[in-house]
């Protein structure tokens, strides 16, 4: 079972940025997609980042897309998610996920791996 485990959250202005980090323990064997999943108070969950092992293609939704950036380090036993220009809107407990769907299949209706999630507050 793959453990992940967040962090880097925390309270932000509007317009300011922050990193998430999301660490594996172990080293999956098929091909899967992993990525960044926030939920918000009263909202459903929402993929906002998806990276495919295959190619490190990426995938944005348009509420994030030119704003977060997905990407992981070469040994790729860690997950990162840049986000500028941070809104209100983005206020939300971000999970780090996993699934073996692939490419635009990826979602959090597919998610079989879930970190335990790390707040992000955008406030002024």
């Known amino acids: 079972q793959v453990q992940l485990v967040e962090s880097g959250g925390g309270l932000v202005q509007p317009g300011g940025s922050l990193r998430l980090s999301c660490a594996r323990s172990?080293?999956?064997?098929?091909?899967?997609?992993i990525g960044w999943v926030r939920q918000a108070p009263g909202k459903e969950r929402e993929g906002v980042s998806w990276?495919?092992?295959?190619?490190?293609?990426?995938y944005y939704p348009d509420s994030v897309k030119g704003r977060f950036t997905i990407s992981r380090d070469v040994a790729k036993t860690t997950l990162y998610l840049q986000m500028n220009n941070l809104k209100f809107e983005d206020t939300a407990v971000y999970y780090c996920?996993?699934?073996?769907?692939?490419?635009?299949?990826?979602?959090?209706?597919?998610?079989?791996?879930w970190g335990q999630g790390t707040q992000v507050t955008v406030s002024s």
């Open positions: 996920a996993k699934t073996l769907a692939l490419g635009p299949k990826a979602g959090s209706a597919n998610v079989g791996s």
């Open positions: 172990v080293f999956p064997r098929n091909y899967y997609s």
């Open positions: 990276l495919d092992s295959r190619d490190d293609s990426t």
